[in-house]
């Protein structure tokens, strides 16, 4: 019966066309799930204007960070982000050891030597070191990324001097403890071979691992080392574009905006702050700390070259939704924007910052009375100074690792945990309670 059929060739046509029109309609309603979902993804949770990549990232956090905590800088409020980081993802932090005091020996060149064993191996470093790359490089995993912060040098020399006013004896020295006087003939009263001494002279090349008292005029001496510090850190921040450097460091880490919240810490008080009005005034204290200045224009310079990779309008964006999660977590914290106090006035003596000298008044904050209540941890640490976070840091880790040593339930296969362990009991000593 060969007419019952139709003919084989048409059967082939009809099929295809429908086939292609199913094909078709398969493929368009994939792609427009497809475009849908996508967008979707880019622009959740918060719609961008500008299309601008999403907080948090899609990435893994990045947990291994060597911050070059620089002297003056706002170092202090990037150390205690990290610090909390660290805290809340379990990431072990190099802490100096005892003998170092709350700095890695500073102003002596950074040795692994000055780690405390209780630290290692550690994902964060945050604390003062004077910077040595190779030495670093044998402490940290190998995908650490390193990050540092600059400030402008003439406010930072005025912060320096007032600071350091009875430590730096070039300071010291100083009649009257006049800022003029000095600058007028910093030789007169700079001693390069004192201990203290690069609190006057090029600070943030000498944190850097470089040589601040070398020749200006030696200007392959400074392209060499801009080149060097240029291939060692992923980021530069800049304190004078404070939360646009958390908001690079936060991409640079693919890290939450969460992680970034922060209150400003080891201010100054009010009398306490000097004041560098006159043009010809700031002129001297950059050339007399002729390298950082360059260091600073150069770094300056490409701070805001990454801003422009950035987009300048998605970092602006971010910076707002960061300033909003720090005023959420301050209304929570202390009802509202908190008072700075002098460390007298502070009650809770885990927040009181440490005084440089009588003569400096640095301020902190108390936390509002909690009726019985232990106050809040996550608000205790976002106010916690530098050294009573140091050594409350040491205290968790080396608890963690005793426990870890000596685990008691249950007890292991080979029994009873031998009594000498290496680590344990290399450094039996615990820190003092703060
Ligand atoms: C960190 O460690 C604690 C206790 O060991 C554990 O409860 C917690 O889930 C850990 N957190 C992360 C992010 O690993
Ligand atoms: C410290 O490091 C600098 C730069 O690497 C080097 O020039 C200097 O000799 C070192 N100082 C000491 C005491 O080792
Ligand atoms: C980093 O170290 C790990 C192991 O510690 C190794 O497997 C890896 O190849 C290293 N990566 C680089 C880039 O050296
Ligand atoms: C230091 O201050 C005192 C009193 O304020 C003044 O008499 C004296 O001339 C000042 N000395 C110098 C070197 O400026
Ligand atoms: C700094 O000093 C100048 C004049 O000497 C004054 O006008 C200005 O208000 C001062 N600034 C601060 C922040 O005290
Ligand atoms: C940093 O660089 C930017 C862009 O060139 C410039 O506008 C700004 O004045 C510089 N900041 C300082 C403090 O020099």
Not at 91 to 103: K, R, S, Y
Not at 157 to 168: A, I, K, P, R, V
Not at 291 to 314: I, P, S, V
Request: glycine share 2%; proline share 9%; net charge positive.
């Amino acid at each position: 019966m060969p007419h019952a059929l139709p003919p084989l060739h048409w059967t082939l046509k009809t099929m295809s066309r429908k086939k292609a029109l199913l094909l078709l309609l398969l493929v368009l309603s994939t792609l427009s799930l497809l475009i849908h979902q996508s967008a979707h993804l880019n622009w959740s949770p918060k719609p961008s204007s500008a299309g601008c990549p999403p907080a948090p990232s899609h990435r893994p956090k990045h947990t291994s960070v060597a911050f070059l905590k620089t002297h003056k800088t706002a170092g202090t409020t990037v150390q205690n982000i990290l610090f909390r980081f660290a805290e809340r993802h379990n990431v072990t932090v190099a802490l100096p050891h005892h003998a170092c005091d709350h700095q890695f020996c500073y102003p002596r060149n950074f040795s692994t030597r000055f780690v405390h064993p209780h630290t290692l191996p550690p994902r964060i470093i945050a604390s003062h070191l004077r910077f040595q790359p190779q030495e670093l490089r044998r402490l940290m995993p190998n995908d650490t990324l390193y990050v540092t912060i600059l400030r402008e040098p003439v406010a930072m020399f005025e912060s320096l001097f007032t600071y350091y006013n009875q430590y730096c004896s070039a300071f010291k020295r100083v009649p009257n403890g006049s800022m003029e006087t000095f600058l007028a003939n910093p030789l007169a009263f700079y001693r390069p071979q004192e201990k203290f001494s690069m609190y006057a002279h090029n600070t943030l090349l000498y944190d850097l691992g470089g040589d601040n008292d070398h020749s200006p005029a030696d200007a392959a001496y400074l392209t060499r080392f801009l080149r060097q510090m240029e291939e060692v850190f992923s980021l530069v921040m800049i304190a004078e574009y404070f939360d646009e450097s958390l908001v690079l460091l936060r991409r640079l880490l693919a890290w939450d905006l969460e992680d970034m919240v922060y209150v400003k810490l080891n201010m100054r008080g009010p009398h306490s702050k000097g004041n560098i009005s006159s043009e010809a005034l700031a002129a001297r204290v950059r050339a007399w700390n002729a390298l950082d200045a360059q260091l600073y224009d150069h770094f300056n310079a490409t701070f805001w070259r990454k801003m422009a990779q950035a987009g300048r309008e998605c970092v602006a964006e971010e910076v707002q939704v960061l300033r909003q999660a720090c005023d959420r977590l301050l209304r929570r914290c202390f009802g509202g924007q908190p008072q700075l106090r002098p460390a007298t006035q502070i009650k809770n003596k885990e927040l009181r910052p440490w005084q440089p000298s009588s003569k400096v008044d640095i301020v902190g904050y108390d936390l509002p009375p909690a009726a019985g209540a232990p106050p809040d941890e996550r608000c205790l640490k976002l106010a916690m100074p530098e050294v009573q976070y140091s050594r409350y840091l040491l205290r968790k880790q080396s608890l963690r690792l005793r426990r870890r040593a000596m685990p008691r339930h249950p007890l292991p296969p080979w029994g009873v945990p031998h009594p000498a362990r290496p680590l344990l009991l290399r450094h039996p000593t615990m820190p003092k309670a703060a």
